[in-house]
């Protein structure tokens, strides 16, 4: 499909005006982006969250496609149950559109309440793709830290005193452990790069068996920067290697994107303090006090950035 | 009719859900309900079913699961036990908020901790509020037919509510007993083809499942929950009718023994039912004037029919196999108020029971009537433990 913005305006949209999210909220650019990678008919689910509270607050909705939200730890096993009753009704013939299943879910539902779900589901071989809107906190009760929060960051769970900066602890490396799965598909995205997210999407739509889609959803909120910044954010996290962008396509790394370029040599890899220095979470991290903090999230990115190089060179 | 055959009550749930033959089955093994599955299983392995067969990776997955394929527009059917029940906890209400007709065998088993893998109540009890209809099976013959019915009772447009039937773990879903299964076809058509209700697979009308729904809505939507369940008490009844039409089989929402001239009644819930009926037989012989109660449906709770059986008795000793600790058992109080308004109640106490799968004693429930008769019982007792 073309991936040209003229040919992607002409597409009825699947998630529409009217949701409550934020201003400069990511999450609704990224819905967007996922949604117009596929031609075929979409059913969703969506794990509890921002998303999900501010897409269906009854009796409205701003879902075109059908749309389930159960729990907020469940949206995977979810989308499986659909997923499953659309494989019993075909094989008895009461169903015969060809149907792909995707699931939405934030960094708390995916890295922390709702791992295990997700990993049963991805281990079971559903076909469904799963798309983690990662904000790298619980925005939605009003920024709590999750297992996605970067070391040093300001939560009101992980609250910067006078005694820590801030999250004692680096990220889990999710979409590490997702690949584990050797399952068909996984990547990592950020909607600054549509043409990127959107390949990926299409993708893991179409892979024969589970995918997972791990996106960067910078929260204005949440980061403390301006709501005019989240793009902006997306592309940083990404130029800085905090979030690299790339793919596991059936067993085989590939860098893509600003990613590939810097590993290619042709673009500047930028220093995680240009990252640390536009987001409120981590102001506390430029006094003198907490520099040593910063100094360890740089020496942490670009230990997973190397590993990620090499993985990515077999 | 059919020849008998002679199963346990897992088996008689998975040889009724083979001859269901659901969309779904998604499920997670946890003793006493395992051999369910095990069972379903083998059928689905040997394509005896079309069923669409998941093994999740937790209750918390199976009943999520079974909510995304009963949404999906499907026949869906499960089971579990105990801490299973337990861990469904959260999504039991999702499923009934839906209005999603998903069948689920019980095998009632006591909750950790202590952990135990025997019979009592407390997990079943615990999901008395999640709007699914309760029914109670006392031996093999009901766990069949109880599986059977509680597909007609969920997807009846007048309930279509989830419904769990539930059966003493081990006592029941262990024991070898004769059961009369009915023909394969006449089980299709009793049954029927399944209708779903704005499904997700309708991708042309789409549905919004799970809104989130403010202080403006939540409490309508609730209300309608009820108004399915308080019809679930008419649409019950006539399922048990229809059955006995079928198969010659009478069953009620409680079941009296012996009731019409006793003095002294004990009311049960299970497979303590039958020793009951035992005991009543023994203390008969001696002209004493007992009977026994047997409930089958908790919920919806049927406050009349039970006022009706028990009104103008003397005393009255509800057995409950589970405990709200720090209260009484869940029955009484429910028994109690179905009597408060009756111009003849009875004296009524609490009998807390069995719990972990203590065994019941026919001597025990014998001394419980002597207690009733002599006025000795307190308001609530402790039936067989060492206090």
Known sequence: MSLSLKELSKIEPRYTEGHRLCAGCAEPIIARQVLMATDKPVIVSNATGCFEVSSTIYPFTSWTVPWIHSAFENAAPTIAGVESAYIALKRKGKITEDIRFLSFGGDGATYDIGFQALSGAIERGHHFLYVCLNNEAYMNTGIQRSGATERGANTTTCPTGTCTPGKKEFSKDLTKIIIAHDLPYAAQASPHNYRDLMEKARKGFDANGPAFLNVIAPCPRGWRHDSSKTIDMAKLAVETCVWPLYEFDNGVYSMTGESKRIAEGSKEKRPVSEWLKAQGRFSQLMKPQWASVAEEIQQNVDKRWNALLKLCKN | ?387
């Not at chain 2, 599955?37 to 069923?51: I, K, P, R």
């Not at chain 2, 026994?292 to 009349?304: D, E, Q, Y």
Request: hydrophobic share 40%.
């Open chain 2, 1 to 387: 009719m059919a020849e008998h055959l002679v199963f346990n009550g897992d088996q008689a749930i998975a040889y009724s859900w083979k001859q269901v033959n659901p969309d779904v089955v998604a499920s997670y093994p946890i003793t006493p309900q395992t051999i369910i599955v095990e069972n379903f299983a083998e059928y689905a392995a040997n394509g005896e079913v079309e069923t669409e067969y998941v093994c999740a990776e937790s209750e918390h997955s199976a009943m999520s699961l079974c909510i995304g394929a009963a949404a999906a527009g499907g026949r869906v059917a499960t089971a579990t036990a105990s801490a299973g029940l337990a861990f469904m906890w959260e999504v039991l209400w999702i499923a009934s908020s839906m209005r999603l007709p998903i069948v689920m065998s019980v095998a009632n088993r006591a909750l950790s901790g202590p952990i135990n893998i025997h019979c009592d109540h407390s997990d079943a009890m615990g999901a008395r509020d999640t709007g699914w209809v309760q029914i109670y099976g006392e031996n093999v013959q009901e766990a069949y037919d109880d599986s059977l019915m509680s597909f007609r009772i969920a997807e009846n447009m007048k309930v279509r509510l989830p419904v769990m039937n539930c059966i003493d773990g081990f006592i029941v879903t262990h024991a070898l007993e004769k059961f009369i299964p009915i023909d394969d076809a006449v089980v299709k058509r009793y049954i029927g083809e399944f209708k779903p209700i704005r499904p997700l697979l309708d991708i042309k009308n789409a549905t919004t499942y799970g809104p989130f729904t403010g202080n403006d809505y939540y409490f309508e939507h609730k209300f309608q929950i009820s108004e399915a369940m308080k019809s679930a008490m008419g649409v019950v009844k006539d399922t048990f009718k229809e059955f006995e039409d079928l198969t010659g089989r009478k069953y009620d929402v409680v079941e009296g023994y012996m009731l019409d001239d006793a003095d002294y009644v004990i009311m049960a819930i299970g497979s303590t039912a039958g020793t009951l009926r035992y005991v009543v037989d023994q203390l008969r012989a001696q002209g004493k004037k007992v009977g026994s109660l047997k409930l089958r449906l908790f919920r919806p709770f049927p406050f009349a029919d039970i006022a009706k059986a028990l009104e103008g008795k003397k005393a009255v000793a509800v057995m409950d196999r589970a405990m709200s600790t720090g209260s009484s058992g869940p029955l009484y109080p429910e028994v109690c108020a179905a009597l408060y308004n009756s111009k003849d109640r009875p004296r009524i106490c609490n009998y807390i029971y069995g719990l972990g799968g203590r065994d019941v004693k026919p001597d025990e429930l014998a001394e419980v009537f002597d207690h009733l008769a002599k006025g000795t019982c307190k308001d609530i007792n402790f039936m067989g433990v060492r206090q």
